[in-house]
């Protein structure tokens, strides 16, 4: 399992997810608002804008924000200007770390997430340090309850690269160009998603326990909490009795 999904897998079992739910809303919108200004405000046409309003429809956002975040951006965002950046490093352990941002403030930015890295035992490095070891994919997930020869085959006929077993969960992976429409295949063939999102999955993974565990879910945290910080992806792996006795 990617360090990214491991982290999703962590967050749902602290109860993190509910307990941040307004900057999950602040983020979205601010990716909403910036792919309306991007590439028009409607969603048929804008496949980043429609996959932004997928996921705030996902965490039950009120149609009113998603609209009121289009119009923001259609409308050009007048005296606001987001600069999109990733930065690289390394965490704990030498666990490669990628950091998406969005921010009208770059230097306030690099200055946070650098803070965050040597805070959490890591560093940042040189852009390409680190985003060799990832590869962007569509990752599709569903529960383990649904029968998964029956989504093997849709999702192959559909288009997608792979389907596999991890472990309390069914993965499907795609190439990004060919994601929404294997993910709306699968849902009219009645396959309900989990999630569904264009990510970063790494090549390896490093196993992480102890201190350098913590730590690096420290860091993980610390990152997301910080409201330019749009997606952080890693290649760390805990297993869960470790995450079991940190909780």
Not at 184 to 197: C, I, T, V
Request: aromatic share 6%; glycine share 8%.
């Amino acid at each position: 399992m990617s360090g990214h999904n491991k982290w999703s897998t962590i967050k749902h079992k602290k109860g993190a997810a509910d307990a941040k739910r307004g900057k999950i809303f602040t983020k979205i919108i601010k990716e909403i608002s910036v792919a309306a200004k991007l590439g028009g405000g409607d969603p048929a046409a804008n496949p980043r804008l429609r996959t932004a309003v997928d996921k705030a429809k996902g965490e039950n956002m009120p149609k009113d924000n998603i609209e009121r975040a289009i119009k923001k951006g259609a409308g050009g965002m007048e005296g606001v200007t987001y600069e999109e950046t990733t930065y690289e490093g390394y965490g704990p352990g030498g666990v490669a770390v990628l950091v998406e941002v969005m921010t009208d403030n770059r230097n306030r930015t690099v200055s946070d997430v650098r803070s965050i890295f040597t805070k959490c035992n890591g560093n940042m490095g040189e852009t390409g340090c680190v985003s060799w070891i990832f590869d962007k994919k569509g990752l599709i997930i569903f529960p383990r309850t649904i029968d998964f020869d029956k989504l093997f085959e849709a999702a192959i006929e559909a288009g997608a690269e792979d389907v596999a077993e991890q472990d309390e969960q069914f993965e499907v992976t795609t190439d990004p160009s060919y994601f929404m429409e294997v993910r709306d295949a699968l849902a009219a063939a009645g396959f309900k998603p989990e999630s569904a999102e264009v990510t970063m999955i790494p090549q390896t993974l490093i196993k992480l326990e102890g201190k350098q565990a913590e730590s690096m879910l420290k860091m993980m945290d610390r990152l997301e909490d910080n409201d330019d910080v749009q997606n952080v992806y890693a290649n760390f792996d805990i297993s869960m009795e470790e995450m079991e006795n940190m909780m």
